[in-house]
């Protein structure tokens, strides 16, 4: 059974950092691409990067040098450091995995439950 396990959510203030962990078990992870996703109040789900197996690495453009993804295949663990954080990126975090890499929800038929992200102004 795949299990993702978020963590590291919290709440900070505009311009704050914070550092969201995924651990995956149940999976070959290294052959995975993951992804973040988040969903905010009222919307829908939406990307917010992704990672290959290899490292290759891909951002929605209002997060671009501002997160960063990591993995490390080893501990089957994924990482998104966040910084310069706004009130925009408010919302539900959530890590995916997929055989396929990109933007679409669909593509990731596994996910985790989630990590409340709360940044005021």
């Known amino acids: 059974q795949v299990q993702l396990v978020e963590s590291g959510g919290g709440s900070v203030q505009a311009g704050g950092s914070l550092r969201l962990s995924c651990v995956a078990s149940?999976?070959?992870?290294?052959?995975?691409?993951m992804g973040w996703f988040r969903q905010a109040p009222g919307k829908e789900r939406e990307w917010v990067a992704h990672i290959l197996s290899d490292g290759h690495t891909n951002y929605r453009d209002s997060v671009k040098g501002r997160f960063t993804i990591s993995r490390d295949n080893a501990e089957n663990t994924l990482t998104l450091q966040m910084s310069s954080l706004i009130p925009d990126d408010t919302g539900v975090y959530y890590c995916?995995?997929?055989?396929?890499?990109?933007?679409?929800?669909?593509?990731?038929?596994?996910w985790g439950q989630g990590t409340q992200v709360t940044v005021s102004s």
């Open positions: 149940g999976l070959t992870y290294s052959r995975y691409c």
């Open positions: 995916a995995a997929g055989a396929l890499c990109g933007p679409r929800t669909d593509w990731y038929p596994h």
